[in-house]
């Protein structure tokens, strides 16, 4: 069974890793937005693609990282492949599958690319808010 990605709770993953509650996106996206329209919004697998690009601004994370990223098929992905005995030191000859192997490289690097993005966007967020104090 294929996995779908599950757009609404990427948002979710995104925002709490940033550190934004969803009063504080629900600002950012404008007045037709509250906690509860958030809420909801984390529930849905599919979001429609103006409203990925605005939460896509808000939050300085790129729409692709909405649309793609799966957690659970990178974490199994791994799983297997530690599963398979590639890794372990087990004293016997290690049967080597690559695909598994380079399914989890590349879901590591995604996940390495998008930490990066996280920590630059959260650097951003700091800069405002620095401004924002030093203005007040």
């Known amino acids: 069974m294929e996995q779908k990605i ?3 709770r ?4 995104f925002r709490e ?3 934004i509650k969803q ?3 629900a600002f950012d996206l404008g007045n037709d937005w509250n906690q509860k329209k958030i809420s909801l919004l984390e529930q849905k ?3 429609e693609d103006d409203i990925l690009n605005q939460i896509s601004n808000s939050l300085k994370i790129p729409v ?3 649309q793609n990223f799966d957690e659970d098929q990178a974490i199994n992905i791994i799983s ?5 005995g590639a890794f372990l030191n087990t004293g016997h000859s ?8 380079e399914k989890g490289i590349e879901a590591l690097e995604e996940i390495k690319r998008l930490n990066l993005e996280l920590i630059k966007a959260k650097d951003e967020q700091i800069k405002v808010l620095e401004k924002l104090l030093k203005e007040k």
């Open 6 to 8: 599950h757009q609404g």
């Open 10 to 13: 990427n948002v979710k993953r």
């Open 17 to 19: 890793m940033l550190g």
């Open 23 to 25: 009063e504080a996106l």
């Open 45 to 47: 697998d599919v979001i």
């Open 64 to 66: 692709e990282a909405f």
């Open 80 to 84: 297997n492949t530690f599963d398979n």
């Open 94 to 101: 290690a049967t080597f599958n690559v695909n598994p192997i």
